[in-house]
């Protein structure tokens, strides 16, 4: 059974960086890719980047590269998001979502949503 | 970026309606266009992918359709719970990007 859950919300200071996990089940990080998308208050979604373990690779937005990692830990089944230098632009609501090894879509299962508040 | 533009950004119908909502890229994206359902407070739900295709659990009065740069999600038969915001999404380049969604009023 395909499941995504995700840690818990955040409030960060500006210039500092955001860490949030996405434990998988399922056995995804062996055949599937995981991305990870945001969504602004009252906005739409916009896709940040991914990684497909198996294949050992990652790619990310060009408005977002510089300041965004993610990272699968096959150890523990987790996915990682870290964003740094963050501003009160990147206060949103967090997903992680099964992507496909091209990444970018379709997104089929999703995880909870993690808010991340960016405040002085 | 290919940027995806929607319209209605809202439209109200009632139950038992037809709804089409349409979906333009760009450029081509060939058949590689989605369809999600998202309700306030939780993350969207895949409906429609490939253009055509429907998700596996997804009721089958949602169709989607269209060529080129067109493309349409048709509700045939509208049921209260399919008041939500619907996003279209191309996956043919990246990044992915996504329109902004209509927002469906049940009257």
């Known amino acids: 059974q395909v499941q995504l859950e995700q840690s818990g919300p955040e409030v960060k200071k500006p210039g500092s960086s955001v860490k949030v996990s996405c434990k998988v089940s399922?056995?995804?990080?062996?055949?599937?890719?995981v991305s990870w998308l945001r969504q602004a208050p009252g906005q739409g979604l916009e896709w940040i980047g991914g990684?497909?373990?198996?294949?050992?690779?990652?790619n990310y937005a060009q408005r977002f590269q510089g300041r965004v990692t993610v990272v699968a830990d096959e150890s523990t089944s987790t996915v990682y998001l870290e964003l740094r230098d963050l501003t009160s632009e990147d206060t949103a609501v967090y997903y992680c979502?099964?992507?496909?090894?091209?990444?970018?879509?379709?997104?089929?299962?999703w995880g909870q949503g993690t808010l991340i508040s960016v405040s002085p | 970026d290919i940027q995806m533009t929607q319209s209605p950004s809202s439209l109200s119908a009632s139950v038992g309606d037809r709804v089409t909502i349409s979906c333009r890229a760009s450029?081509?994206?060939?058949?590689?266009l989605n369809w999600y359902q998202q309700k306030p407070g939780r993350a969207p739900r895949l409906l429609i992918y490939?253009?055509?295709r429907l998700q596996s659990g997804v009721p089958s009065r949602f169709s989607g359709g269209g060529s080129g740069p067109y493309f349409t999600l048709t509700i045939s038969g509208l049921q209260p719970e399919d008041s939500a915001t619907y996003y279209c999404?191309?996956?043919?380049?990246?990044?992915?990007?996504f329109g902004r969604g209509t927002r469906l009023e049940i009257k």
């Open positions: 999404q191309q996956s043919y380049s990246s990044p992915a990007t």
């Open positions: 450029q081509s994206v060939s058949t590689y």
């Open positions: 490939a253009t055509s």
């Open positions: 399922g056995g995804i990080l062996g055949t599937h890719g």
């Open positions: 990684v497909v373990s198996a294949f050992g690779r990652e």
């Open positions: 979502a099964r992507d496909w090894p091209r990444l970018g879509g379709p997104f089929d299962y």
